[in-house]
């Protein structure tokens, strides 16, 4: 059953979790600024963010690292107190609104953050090459599997896997692999 919250009033409620991450939807590239906001009025907050790898266009120089949203123009906010009011983040600066499903504000359960907590860490320990340098139309050389030292060419990749396009006995095959199983031929 779900708990009305007074400073919302009846028709937006919480669900029976007494502290939910509620998700908030930010300004167009303000989300550090709504975090820095939010926390100074003593909320917890989380903003997953990812480390990329670019390298400059037509330039020899090393890859540069930066760090982006991982889910752009969205940030966690829960109360630190049971009793402390959501209200105020509706007129923090940086947030734009809180995302609600109809009457039912939208909450990311302690479980799904901590898998986005586990993927943030990965990224931010892989190797550049895991990050940046395998990209479609890339060649590539598969380590770590049955199928080590072959090459073939990128043909997608995603958060979790990368397929490979792998010429053997005469065809072309994809593969599927994880970027650790990878290095740039």
């Not at 300004?27 to 003593?42: F, I, L």
């Not at 990050?131 to 139309?137: A, E, F, L, R």
Request: glycine share 6%; proline share 9%.
């Amino acid at each position: 059953m779900p708990i009305e919250s007074p400073d919302l009033g009846p028709r937006q409620r919480l669900r029976d979790d007494p502290r939910p991450w509620v998700v908030a939807y930010t300004k167009p590239r303000q989300e550090g600024v709504a975090q820095d906001n939010a926390e100074r009025q003593g909320f917890q907050t989380y903003l997953p963010m990812y480390r990329t790898v670019k390298r400059a266009a037509c330039s020899a120089e090393q890859p540069a690292e930066h760090h982006e949203p991982m889910f752009p123009r969205y940030l966690f906010v829960r109360p630190a107190r049971a009793d402390q009011s959501i209200a105020p983040l509706r007129s923090t600066r940086g947030i734009h609104s809180l995302v609600a499903f109809g009457d039912e504000l939208a909450t990311m359960p302690d479980e799904s953050l901590d898998a986005i907590r586990r993927y943030e860490a990965w990224r931010s320990q892989a190797e550049p090459h895991a990050i940046g340098d395998i990209q479609p139309g890339r060649r590539v050389r598969l380590k770590d599997t049955g199928l080590e030292g072959l090459e073939g060419l990128v043909q997608a990749v995603s958060a979790k896997r990368i397929v490979v396009l792998l010429a053997l006995l005469g065809r072309q095959h994809s593969v599927k692999v994880e970027p650790q199983q990878l290095e740039l031929a």
